[in-house]
């Protein structure tokens, strides 16, 4: 049986980790990339990553059972009309943009709806590049698909399986959807964050009082301020009206916010935070779906020799067994967290009380 063959087109943070992820879990899979650097295409193929470095516009694509268009959105577009006339007719073709309109409406105009699903893996970091892609930065993550509608159900099932396959989890939405939903909790999110820090650089004194006693709720709430200048603004750009409408309500809510300061309105006030805290905590911060439910706890550790052993030896003495343990590093956790994962239930429970009892800080999530 011949193996399945998937393009990419675009091999960075979001490409160069679905690529990686699809290696870990369908070793027997070929891949082939196009990266406009050639030098990524050869790590990626030192890596093992990709099998086939492609050239501009390679014919070797019309091998592919799909095509990820991860590259940067303009050039996404202009891929398009190339790849209509190389495709082959079973293809499932797809991109991973943070918004979806845009690039539906060209399908639907290039009349190619019936090989598209759009996609959006809701995972990403404030970093860009291969350099820092990895196998596991989709993992447990909710990957939206927005199939055109002329697609048919069977390619809409396998790319759903494939998608699980390497650990996310596949939710699918209409693009207009899609891009409401994500105007709010995506896109107003990085320019509320972007806002912020640029009130402080405006308000700062030249001494930076301001800047140097940020504490770590201002740090929290703009670590994404951190990302690419040029994704963001293109985001913004293709998805104004929705990102407008939902600044609207924003805007109203930070000027009711104002209004119950300069009134002291204490009741107002104290209405206002419960319940941002109680509908806050209501949120799961564990996506659950189709995947085994993971029992993970993290734990700030100090950054000393024996610090790991010390944990897994509290662990042992008490009769539980650890899955996996290993520093975590990402945006949440700045500084790096230990990240244990338990078999199951009960021995999460017992490992956060034991951990807690000796006064370890536990993010259980
Ligand atoms: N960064 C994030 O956190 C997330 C990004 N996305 C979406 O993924 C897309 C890609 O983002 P990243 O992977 O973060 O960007 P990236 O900058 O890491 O990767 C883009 C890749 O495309 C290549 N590229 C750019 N222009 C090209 C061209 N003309 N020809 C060939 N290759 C070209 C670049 O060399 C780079 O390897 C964006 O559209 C973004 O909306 C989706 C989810 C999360
Ligand atoms: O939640 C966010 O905005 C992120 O920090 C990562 C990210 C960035 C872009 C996306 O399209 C999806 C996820």
């Not at 759903?160 to 994500?182: C, K, N, Q």
């Not at 700062?204 to 006693?213: A, N, Q, R, Y």
Request: charged letters at 25%; one cysteine or more; a negative charge.
């Amino acid at each position: 049986m011949e193996t399945t063959t998937i393009g990419f087109i675009g091999l960075g943070l979001i490409g160069g980790s679905i690529a990686k992820a699809i290696r870990k879990f369908h070793p027997e899979y070929q891949i082939m990339a196009y990266n406009r650097t050639k030098d990524i295409l050869e790590d990626a193929v030192f890596d093992g990553i990709v099998d086939i470095a492609c050239t501009e516009r390679d014919t070797r694509f019309a091998l592919c059972d799909y095509i990820f268009l991860c590259a940067t959105v303009d050039y996404n577009l202009e891929c398009l009309p190339w790849l209509k006339q190389t495709i082959r007719p079973g293809c499932i073709l797809t991109d991973v943009g943070s918004v979806k309109g845009e690039i539906h409406k060209k399908i639907t105009a290039l009349d190619m709806a019936a090989n598209f699903i759009g996609g959006h893996p809701m995972a990403g970091s404030e970093k860009t590049g291969y350099e820092h892609s990895t196998d596991h930065l989709i993992e447990n993550a909710y990957y939206i698909l927005t199939p055109s509608e002329e697609v048919g159900l069977d390619k809409i099932g396998n790319y759903t399986e494939l998608v699980s396959s390497i650990g996310a989890l596949p939710m699918i939405l209409t693009w207009e959807e899609h891009d409401y939903i994500t105007a709010c909790v995506s896109h107003l999110p990085h320019i509320v964050a972007a806002s912020l820090v640029n009130v402080v650089q405006k308000l700062d004194s030249p001494l930076e009082h301001m800047k140097t006693i940020a504490a770590g709720g201002f740090k929290d709430i703009t670590r994404i301020a951190s990302s690419s200048p040029h994704m963001w603004q293109q985001i913004c750009l293709e998805n104004p009206e929705h990102i407008s409408k939902v600044l609207d309500e924003y805007i109203r809510l930070i000027v009711q916010a104002k209004y119950l300061v300069d009134q002291r309105d204490a009741n107002g006030l104290y209405e206002m935070f419960v319940n941002s805290r109680d509908y806050r905590n209501s949120f799961s911060d564990a996506p659950s779906g189709p995947l085994k439910k993971s029992f993970t706890l993290y734990c700030d550790v100090v950054d000393e020799t024996g610090a790991i052993a010390t944990i897994a030896t509290i662990l042992s003495m008490n009769g539980i067994s650890m899955k996996n343990i290993g520093i975590l590093h990402n945006r949440e956790f700045e500084d790096g967290v230990l990240k244990i994962e338990f078999y199951d239930e009960d021995a999460l429970a017992q490992a956060a009380e034991q951990l807690k009892k000796r006064n370890y800080i536990i993010y259980e999530r």
